[in-house]
Nanobody, 119 residues
Framework: VQLVESGGGLVQPGGSLRLSCAAS????????MSWYRQAPGKERELVAA????????NYADSVKGRFTISRDNAKNTVYLQMNSLKPEDTAVYYC?????????????WGQGTQVTVSS
């Protein structure tokens, strides 16, 4: 099982980035997918989530209207389009996949990609 994030980097305030998370080793289309982030000294927080078929999304209040989560089940990839970036968006961004089984919850994490918003 692998989740590999890419697309992070350094961007100026007001700029945009698009994160990608490529999945392999599991049935991607059966999993709800999410993006989390963790800033230095802070707890990991949910940024955005999308259901397995892509029919429903939800966002943290801090990113509503600026970030968009989407997925392509044919490419086993989930995306996070980030616009109007702010310095407080600086964090390591992690991809997460989750499926509720009958007995247990299956969850996978990527290794993270750094996003730095600074002038």
């Amino acid at each position: 099982v692998q989740l590999v994030e890419s697309g992070g980097g350094l961007v100026q305030p007001g700029g945009s980035l698009r994160l990608s998370c490529a999945a392999s080793g599991f049935t991607f289309s059966s999993y709800d997918m999410s993006w989390y982030r963790q800033a230095p000294g802070k707890e990991r927080e949910l940024v955005a989530a999308i259901t397995s078929a892509g029919g429903s999304t939800n966002y943290a209040d801090s990113v509503k209207g600026r970030f968009t989560i989407s997925r392509d089940n044919a490419k086993n990839t989930v995306y996070l389009q980030m616009n109007s970036l702010k310095p407080e968006d600086t964090a390591v961004y992690y991809c997460n996949g989750r499926r509720l089984g009958v007995i247990k919850t299956y969850t996978f994490w990527g290794q993270g990609t750094q996003v730095t918003v600074s002038s």
